[in-house]
């Protein structure tokens, strides 16, 4: 993955459990390419630039159970936080839950604000946008801004538009 080519573009985390398709989807917006992606250990980082003024340095977390206590030591200088899920696996959102309700409990993400990607709507029987929200518990985040949008990283659907609206999320915070 590319290299962050200066440092006044704002930091983006990617969380979400592993298999949600953050590395695709970071991938995808670097490259406009699918590649061919493996479990992250560690994380990869790239510059999207979303314009000719404009760029996110965007972090992509490991998502394994084992990586997610190490989730906090990314987070220093984050000015937002994409968390992403499979909206096509509904067994795996109380899961999801329990980490964004760890991961947002962390002092440095103090009124970040949260965007959250349902990635895979491509796929056929996917949760809803509404579904997605209250099972996360969204509504409950009362003290920072959040959206949820719908992608799908293999199909690169969304997620130029959900990027831009990160990019927003972050000048109105």
């Known amino acids: 993955m590319g290299q962050a080519r200066s440092s006044t573009s704002p930091q ?6 592993d298999s949600a398709g953050k590395s695709t989807l970071l991938a995808r917006l670097l490259t406009g390419q699918v ?6 250990i560690g994380f990869n ?8 003024k404009t760029s996110l340095t965007v972090w992509d977390v490991g998502g394994q159970k084992s990586m997610r206590p190490n989730w906090r030591y990314y987070i220093d200088d984050c000015k937002a936080l994409v968390f992403v899920v499979d909206s096509s696996n509904p067994t795996r959102i109380p899961e999801a839950q329990k980490a964004l309700k760890k991961v947002l409990t962390e002092e440095k993400l103090r009124g970040i604000p949260l965007m959250v990607l349902a990635n895979k709507k491509d796929l056929p029987n996917s949760m809803t946008i509404r579904e997605i929200s209250n099972q996360l ?13 719908a992608c799908s990283a293999l ?12 990019n927003k999320l972050i000048k109105k915070s």
């Not at 980082?45 to 000719?52: A, I, P, Q, R, Y």
Request: aromatic share 6%; net charge negative; proline share 4%.
């Open 12 to 17: 983006v985390i990617l969380m979400g459990l």
């Open 35 to 40: 590649m061919e992606t493996s479990p992250t």
């Open 45 to 52: 980082v790239g510059t999207l630039d979303l314009d000719k």
């Open 137 to 149: 518990d969204l509504p409950s985040y009362t003290d920072r801004l959040w959206e949820v949008q």
């Open 155 to 166: 199909k690169g659907l969304g997620l130029q538009q959900a990027f831009m609206s990160v």
